[in-house]
């Protein structure tokens, strides 16, 4: 039994060793929060993958780890792609932010990309998307298309991200109907279609005939499919689910940054940097708007069309908080760091913001 | 559809999962083994009922495929634990993460596909009666696991008090030593109660995939067996009580995305925990009953048992 132990050790050894022998391409790592087959968030980092692999060919490999957990755990699972010679890794969830730093302090030759976080090192980068201006978006059109004029929304953790998102939709439903209501539920998960979808027939039974989500499953879009209501893809394009309730999707297109990321690793022009992009570069995009009224997908493209120029800020004030004291006055937007620390409600919300 | 009638049956479809898995393994537990995989022959129901239903296109083709594939991991975990006697704890939780690995690898293909309207399983139509306002739609509209989940939980509440298999499935768990004295072949009494175990869990799983969300995701069990086996122990191993724990914890689960919903100020952390709260705390009320409780304990549960030769 120790020799056939012993065997494998030492072929193992074998073939790292030849691994990076003969490995001259770059080698690029990807930590996955979840499965590639969730059809939302993973799906999209990995479609980022694909596209590393077409652009450069033979010139890189790339490996990835799914269902890492966000913790220990991932400060492992990001060692051992570093230890097998990666020299490009993206760390593609907000918890695997610290692990990301620790280990780029072991590894300060290999380039690390960590996705929403905050913290930067000389070897770290930081991304993420501005997907509130999408939110923005669908809350227009939630509000031409809503004939009670009450959306439902899924929420996951009350952290800035989703209380921008849920902001973010309402200021743009209230450009169309000022009366606008929004009803929030918190399932405190990411990911549990059973809970999302009683989430949403809840939502439905309590009047909403819009559904949206700032959770990862296909499963609330199919509950609107089946109870006859319509509602918004998330962070992928879900049509084949509910082909007559998606209206339009917000799809986080990671693949020409990461693409480009590659290219300044292999050019030897890559440095440390921070991105927020939004619909302008194409980090944010809309998929077809469908199931509407041609006005209304009239409506929402142009609206899409003043983000992308910077014509419109969603969050472009007079802004007002739940209890009607003005945040930001007229003329004046909020900066990317009211927007990162958001933890309030604009005026209208109809629920009580989780400490 | 009014409010009312909307709330009981997203009750229901919530219960189900929980009341058949349970269900399934307070069988098991009551013939003396702990089957800790429950998470884990569920994951393995809910992908080839899936993955069953998806490439026949029929319903019952998915139901069927959940059952069998739930029996046949729970039998692999009866061969280790029974014919090879490894330990029940560490081969229960070897199973469900073998479970939640496997099922990965087999539903790749299958992840992201809508299932087809055929092979979705429908919900009864009885004409006239489902009509019949509020009640219809909730005691004769429901799809047909339902019903069996409530028609399974009747027959092992009748079988494990009335009947004689019932007897020796207790005689097993109890003591198996009295049993194997007495001429009853312990080991095959609990290959059986472990493979009914599995066909239940199995089934529940295909719940999950054919009818409360129809199509398959990686992890879509999300712990259901862990709250399933919770249940069983809570209940004292009374079925009538599992059956009241599982639509309990559906109730108040249900009742506080309502509360969060009409906007009512409680913290939803408090509310996603409440389920299990309130579930332990009324099991552990009607369960007070000190004496009633130490005669439904299976004596030997989780010990291994070795024939005399």
Redesign the interface.
């Known amino acids: 039994m120790r020799k056939v132990f012993a065997l494998i050790v030492s072929l193992a050894l074998l073939l790292s060793i030849s691994t990076i022998a003969f490995g001259d391409e770059l080698k690029v790592g990807f930590i996955y929060v979840?499965?590639?087959?969730?059809?939302g968030w993973t799906?999209q980092h990995h479609q980022g993958l694909l596209a590393v692999e077409e652009e450069f060919g033979d010139r890189v490999e790339t490996i990835y780890v799914e269902?890492v957990a966000e913790g220990p755990d991932a400060e492992r699972a990001i060692t051992r792609l570093a230890r097998q010679g990666a020299g490009l890794i993206f760390t593609t969830s907000f918890g695997f932010m610290d692990p990301t730093v620790k280990v780029a302090e072991r590894f300060p030759d290999v380039k690390f990309e960590h996705a929403t976080g905050y913290k930067r090192a000389d070897n770290v980068s930081i991304y993420s998307a501005r997907f509130y201006e999408g939110r923005y978006i669908i809350g227009q059109i939630a509000a031409q298309m809503s004939e009670a004029g009450v959306a439902?929304y899924i929420a996951s953790f009350p952290i800035p991200e989703v209380v921008r998102g849920i902001n973010a939709f309402l200021l743009g439903a209230q450009t169309i109907n000022p009366d606008f209501k929004l009803?929030?539920?918190?399932?405190?998960?990411w990911?549990?279609?059973?809970?999302?979808?009683?989430?949403a027939?809840?939502?439905?039974?309590?009047g909403?005939d819009i559904i949206t989500q700032h959770t990862d499953?296909?499963?609330p879009l199919?509950i609107a499919e089946e109870q006859g209501v319509v509602g918004f893809g998330q962070a992928s394009d879900m049509h084949?689910?509910a082909p007559n309730a998606q209206l339009t999707a917000i799809i986080d297109e990671w693949a020409p940054y990461y693409v480009e990321r590659t290219r300044a690793v292999l050019d030897g022009t890559w440095e440390s940097t921070d991105t927020w992009d939004g619909i302008a570069p194409g980090m944010v995009r809309m998929s077809e708007y469908q199931n509407m009224p041609e006005e209304v997908a009239a409506m929402a493209r142009e609206t899409e069309a003043m983000i992308a120029s910077g014509e419109l800020h969603p969050f472009k004030g007079p802004i007002y908080n739940q209890d009607g004291e003005m945040v930001i006055g007229e003329g004046e937007m909020l900066d990317d760091g009211t927007l990162l620390g958001m933890n309030w409600y604009v005026q209208g919300v109809?629920?009580?913001l989780?400490? | 559809?009014t409010?009312l009638e909307?709330?009981l049956?997203?009750i229901i479809?919530?219960a189900t999962p929980l009341l058949l898995a349970a269900i399934g393994e307070l069988v098991t537990e009551r013939s003396g083994v702990l089957n800790l995989g429950v998470e884990g022959m569920m994951i393995i129901g809910a992908v080839s009922g899936f993955g069953a239903a998806y490439t026949f296109g029929s319903a019952a083709a998915g139901v069927a495929a959940a059952i069998v594939m739930g029996v046949g991991v729970a039998l692999l975990f009866a061969y280790f634990t029974q014919t090879l006697i490894t330990n029940q704890v560490a081969t229960g939780l070897a199973l469900t993460l073998f479970g939640l690995g496997l099922s990965?690898l087999i539903?790749?293909n299958f992840?992201?596909l809508?299932l087809p309207d055929p092979a979705k399983l429908q919900r009864l139509h009885i004409p006239l009666l489902t009509d019949i306002p509020f009640i219809g739609p909730v005691v004769f509209g429901q799809d047909a696991l339902v019903y069996a989940s409530v028609a399974i939980t009747v027959l092992v509440a009748w079988t494990l008090a009335r009947t004689r298999v019932g007897l020796v499935i207790r005689a097993t768990g109890g003591n198996h030593h009295s049993a194997h004295a007495l001429g009853y072949r312990v080991i095959a009494v609990r290959y059986a109660c472990i493979a009914f175990g599995g066909a239940c869990a199995g089934l529940a799983g295909g719940y999950?995939s054919l009818v409360?969300?129809?199509?398959w995701?990686?992890?879509?069990t999300?712990g259901?067996g862990w709250i399933a086996l919770a249940l069983v122990v809570f209940s004292t191993w009374a079925p009538r009580r599992v059956a009241v724990g599982a639509y309990l914890f559906g109730t108040v689960?249900?009742m506080g995305?309502?509360a969060?919903?009409?906007?009512i100020?409680i913290?939803?952390?408090l509310l996603?925990s409440l389920p299990y709260l309130a579930t332990i705390a009324a099991l552990v009320l009607i369960s007070g009953n000190r004496l009633l409780t130490k005669k439904n304990t299976p004596a030997c549960l989780g010990l291994p048992f070795v024939p005399d030769r």
């Open positions: 979840g499965p590639i087959g969730d059809h799906y269902n439902g009803k929030v539920i918190w399932v405190n998960t990911f549990d279609p059973g809970k999302e979808a009683d989430a027939k809840v939502l439905i039974g309590q909403a499953s296909t499963a199919q084949e689910f109809d629920d009580k989780p400490e | 559809m409010g909307a709330v049956l997203t479809t919530a990965g539903g790749e992840t992201g809508p999950l409360y969300t129809p199509q995701i990686e992890n879509m999300a259901r689960w249900i995305l309502y969060q919903g009409a906007g100020g913290p939803p952390q996603s």
